[in-house]
């Protein structure tokens, strides 16, 4: 198992950077699959960024492409979502979320594990 916490989330106004940070405990961190989903008021979890178990391997959705890169450090146990360029849509709570398989997965229910959530709003 492993236990994930997120870090970072704060109130920003449009076009600023934030870095987000999920820290890992437990089984060691580079066994697993890591991404950041998201989740908006009224809305589903949506995938946001995963990066593969030795970070050589990383997928974004189409909405935060070229503003958000997503990385890790597995001997800090340590995941982050640097973004930048923030819009008021990409206000939610933001999940760090893990998975043992090899495959970077879009849907939420297919990770195993997930940290509590951190909040950050966009103002405009």
């Known amino acids: 198992q492993v236990q994930l916490v997120e870090s970072g989330g704060r109130l920003v106004q449009a076009g600023d950077s934030l870095t987000l940070s999920c820290a890992a405990s437990g089984r060691t961190f580079s066994s697993f699959t890591m991404a950041w989903f998201r989740q908006a008021p009224g809305k589903e979890r949506e995938f946001v960024a995963g990066i593969s178990r030795s970070g050589g391997g990383r997928h974004y959705a189409a909405s935060v492409k070229g503003r958000f890169t997503i990385s890790r450090d597995n001997a800090k146990n340590t995941g982050y979502l640097q973004m930048t360029r923030l819009k008021s849509e990409d206000t939610a709570v933001y999940y760090c979320?893990?998975?043992?398989?090899?495959?970077?997965?879009?849907?939420?229910?297919?990770?195993?594990?997930w940290g509590q959530g951190t909040q950050v709003t966009v103002s405009s």
């Open positions: 979320t893990a998975r043992t398989s090899l495959i970077i997965e879009a849907d939420p229910a297919g990770y195993d594990y």
